[in-house]
């Protein structure tokens, strides 16, 4: 029998199955609907799609880069013990050399796009890896950077790939330097790289804050607005890159290390994996628990 488009999109979605295995799923039962949906449960396929409600906010940042071009993406999982899986880290390999070559626009584009630009999407890839790992996986986002032949990539990954830095250091090739800095973008966590960059409401929010502030402590209103300038400029110092004490020597700003290396910063990528995510509660023993029963 003749296997159309319309039937194994029709099994995709009942079973959440990848594109390629519905269709392998259809030819090897001869079309019979009822048959492919048990050839995928026997291989364990169709289990993906019940895991699409779970919470992922575990997982791992990863940098792959190639020449003048750096790609660094998020991928989302149930538990740390997934992190240390092969065929995961063999899934961060190529996503990451996918999103690198092929530089998509936003992770919907990015899903719906062949794996290296050719065969199965990569959405339907990550699904078929969900079936053999047996949790929930996500692509959650990326960045790609471009830098020329003057310039050096910074970037570090920590703990494994907990957190993930990426920047640029332009006008020099010094890569260690450009590390430095990454490293100290992954424990310092900066919001913006200069003051220029923290916008307008953001400021005048935060002069409002240190105004009251300085009225309930009875500081005179004559001096008020002194001080409110003197905790706005620490407070820029605290969260603009450049202004920070630099990590691995605090008796110099990050700025004054990377003009002494010849070099500029102008922006910076930082992945802390699973922020701003509802995280799972669920103990320790819980946990390795639900491990050993797979």
Known sequence: MAINAKMVKELREITGAGMMD????????????????NWLREKGISKAAKKADRIAAEGSAHIVTSGNT?????????????????????????????????NPSDVETA???????????VG???????????????LRRFVV????????????????????ALTVLEGSTDE???????????AVNPRYTSREQVPEEELNTER?????????????????????????????????LLEQDFVKDPDQKVKQF???????????????VGEGMEKREENFADEVMSQVKK
């Open 22 to 37: 519905c269709k392998k799923a259809l030819t090897e039962t001869n079309g019979d609907m009822e048959e492919a949906q």
């Open 70 to 102: 750096a790609a660094m993406i998020e991928v989302n999982c149930e538990t740390d013990f997934v992190v240390k899986n092969e065929q995961f880290q063999h899934l961060l390999q190529e996503l990451g050399n996918h999103i690198l070559s092929e």
């Open 111 to 121: 899903l719906e796009q062949p794996l290296h630009g050719e065969g199965q999407k």
């Open 124 to 138: 339907d890839y990550i699904t078929d890896v969900i079936a053999k790992i047996g949790e929930k996986i996500s």
């Open 145 to 164: 950077k471009e830098k020329t032949d003057n310039d050096a990539f910074g970037s570090y990954l920590h703990m494994g790939g907990s957190i993930g």
């Open 176 to 186: 260690a330097a450009a590390k430095d800095v990454a490293m100290h973008i992954a």
């Open 208 to 240: 409002e804050t240190l105004k009251t502030q300085a009225l309930n402590e009875g500081k005179p209103e004559n001096i008020v607005e002194k001080m409110v300038e003197g905790r706005l400029n620490k407070f820029l110092q605290e969260i603009c």
């Open 258 to 272: 990377v003009e002494s290396k010849g070099g500029k910063i102008n922006e910076f990528t930082r992945f802390g």
